[in-house]
């Protein structure tokens, strides 16, 4: 009786410790995904001097190549992220509605029939920032985490796209 | 096993362009990627920017190189021989519908591009010729001139059907691509964007000549050709509606005749159809439905020529269905002649010499030489391996020829009703 009852309650601090486990990773996991939403959320951003007027189409016109000039008339130059990052996939997939391989491909439509060329990329939002403070007709996107006051946000993609349709 | 596992690697790796692989190694500390914490870190930022600034400052004043591949397998299961892609037979091919392309590209200054494109067919023993060579002029946002040697917009998928990668197919139908053969030209292109609400709407046209070899006729010489396109799109749909009209020289064609009763005709003539200035003319109408889900295409044409030639016109209608990295589709296509057994052939020469009627004998040979009535439905695949390398197969069946030979050689026409064919291929950007 004396060895069943130690062993009940052995059994009983295990299933303790198994549910803390539990609590914890549930924890965790909740942080982990809050924090991948926020760094989800993508700012469309220009220089602190550009004053136009930017909605979505205007910027997916820009980022296809199928406009080189902000409604002022003004050059805008698009600058992407690495193609392979999460963040250039993103952007790609939830603005300009393409996975990965239709990204491609409308490039390779657009080069091989010599209508225009896909736009630069830098490999990091702090690289983009230096860019637009350098450079007032560039127009890139960063995570909204990393904003600073050298650039101005125009446009926010809120939502992270859906694992399952992002062809990755 | 492991060997084998590391040769696939191996080989993939190949296809991968470097910074994928240096990307695996940012997701696994996301934040040195955002913000530089070393001097190290920001040296490196700093040259990276500064690299990129050159870019930009000299607004791409260097040469652009990109190319593109597709490596195929075909083959039929009859002993007829195709009419395009080099003929495709019962034996095995892996030359017939492979290409390679090169471009290059270099700007002068911001409105002015030199652009050439070299490719190489496995039809045509790889041989390298310049697809597109031309000096392009930007007037404007909105306004583009070309001068040299282009594609002329005749379809939907016209510019860039060489490029595989860019393409649902392995090859696009043949019953509405395979009417025209060669649409390169030399001459003047202008292309007008017009501002347009949330269409983008551009208007193409163009005026030059070119020569080519045609399948049947030999060689064929355009000396005036003028196409207007327009073509307006919006996110998911794109409109295309085309118009050629091309003055041209259609060389004479001897045809073997046998003898036929009620007429001077004996075995061993031959029937020569004359050499004609023609009009040529090109209707085209096509339209995309693409969601990044469902893809739908559809186009028809239409070729009419003022000669002996016949006046065909072909359709087709494909749909096709994403998931994930996999395309299904499938395709009907047909193409039929308009005007068989009714042309006026005119007076044609032989050994001796007669006034042919249409619809007469001597017509209904004339026609089984040039007629070509088919349809083709195809069930396709295309899988994403990578971002840049895609991979195709597609199986064909070939059927509804009505007494013509189809799209394949005289020589050696279908043996029974219906051809399939089988078609595999690997394409790639790079």
Known sequence: MVILSQQKRANTQQHKLKANACMALLISLCLLTASGYSRAEISIVVSNFNNNELNSSLIRKIFLGKRSSFADGSPSIAITQDEHSEIAQH?????????????????????????????????????VIELIKSNPSIISYIHTSSLTSDVKEVFRIQKAPDKKKLHF | ???????????????????????????????????PQTLEDWQQLERRINTLERKLSKNNKKLKIDGFISATYARSDDRS??????????????????????????????????????????????????????????????????????????????????????????????????????STYNGINMLYKVPMGNWDTSLQAMWGSNAFSHPIVGDVSLD?????????????????????????????????????ANTPIVAGDTLSFLDLESDITYLSAGAIFDNSQWLLMTEFAQLKVDSWFTDT?????????????????????????????????????????????PGEQVGT?????????????????????????????????????????????ASQPPTGDSVNIVKFSIDSVF
């Not at chain 2, 991968?16 to 040195?32: K, R």
């Not at chain 2, 495709?88 to 471009?103: M, R, W």
């Not at chain 2, 409109?239 to 005749?257: K, S």
């Open chain 1, 91 to 127: 952007f790609n997939f939830m603005l300009l509605n393409r996975s990965p391989q239709q990204y491609k491909a409308y490039w390779a439509r657009m080069i091989f029939t010599g209508k225009a060329y896909p736009p630069e990329q830098a490999y990091s939002d702090a690289e």
């Open chain 2, 313 to 357: 016109s072909g359709a087709y209608l494909m749909i096709g269905y994403r998931v994930g990295k996999i395309m299904p589709h499938i395709t009907a296509a047909k193409m039929e002649v308009q005007d068989q057994g009714a042309r006026n052939i005119g007076t044609i020469s032989s050994g001796n010499t007669i006034f042919i009627p």
């Open chain 2, 1 to 35: 096993m492991r060997q084998a596992k590391r040769l696939q690697i191996m080989i993939l790796s190949l296809f991968m362009p470097q910074p994928l692989i240096a990307s695996g190694s940012d997701t696994s500390s996301p934040d040195s990627s955002t913000s």
């Open chain 2, 81 to 182: 021989i195709t009419e395009n892609w080099g003929g495709i037979t019962e034996k095995n091919d892996f030359g017939a519908l492979s290409n390679i392309g090169v471009q290059m590209s270099f700007s002068p200054n911001p409105r002015t591009s030199i652009t050439a494109q070299f490719v190489a067919r496995g039809e045509e023993q790889w041989h390298m010729e310049a697809e597109w060579a031309y000096i392009a002029f930007k007037a404007s946002n909105q306004l583009t001139f070309r001068l040299g040697r282009q594609k002329a917009p005749l379809y939907l998928l016209s510019e860039y059907i060489e490029v595989g990668y860019a393409n649902p197919w392995i090859y696009a139908p043949d019953e509405v691509y395979g009417i025209t053969g060669d």
């Open chain 2, 224 to 260: 005036d050709l003028v196409s207007l396109s327009i073509t307006t799109r919006n996110e998911y749909i794109t409109y295309r509606l085309g118009y050629t009209l091309i003055t041209g020289n259609i060389p004479a064609l001897d045809v073997p005749l046998p003898t036929i």
């Open chain 2, 365 to 409: 040979i004339a026609d089984s030489f040039l007629v070509q009535n088919q349809s083709t439905y195809t069930l396709g695949l295309r899988y994403e391996i990578l971002p840049a390398v895609s991979a195709k197969m597609e199986l064909s069946h070939i059927t509804n020829f009505n007494g013509s030979n189809g799209q394949f050689n």
